[in-house]
């Protein structure tokens, strides 16, 4: 059976709060799925605390060298990255944009087909 999975993306700027939305998930949520981020330009020793945790990371690699792309920031493309194949082996996958907290389940999310 294949698990579900949720995400959030973060650059080096935002790594205390993908740590705050992954911990709200766990305590609040009682998540049984998998944890990964999106990991944008973030150094390696910053991301320890997520792999000692058995969150995986995904290091994106920046889809265009501008800093901005129109009215968005390159970090933000990142998440085009969750349409390839490579998450194809998840069952069903909840994106979370970091800086929000997770205060109960997301069972009900899981049900929606689509």
């Known amino acids: 059976m294949q698990k579900d999975l949720l995400v959030t993306l973060a650059n080096e700027n935002y790594v205390d709060q993908a740590k705050q939305l992954f911990s709200s998930v766990y305590w609040n949520a009682g998540w049984k799925g998998d ?16 792999t000692q ?5 995904h290091r994106c690699k920046p889809l265009t060298q ?11 493309l990142d998440k085009f990255y969750l349409f ?6 998840w069952r069903k996958i909840i994106y979370l944009d970091g800086d929000i907290i ?12 689509g």
């Open 35 to 50: 944890y990964l981020l999106l990991a944008h330009e973030i150094p390696e020793e910053k991301l320890t605390w997520f």
């Open 53 to 57: 945790k058995g969150i995986l990371v």
């Open 66 to 76: 501008e800093k901005s792309y129109g009215k968005l920031n390159s970090v933000v």
């Open 84 to 89: 390839t194949p490579y998450f194809k082996k």
């Open 102 to 113: 997770v205060r109960a389940s997301l069972d009900q999310a899981l049900k929606i087909d």
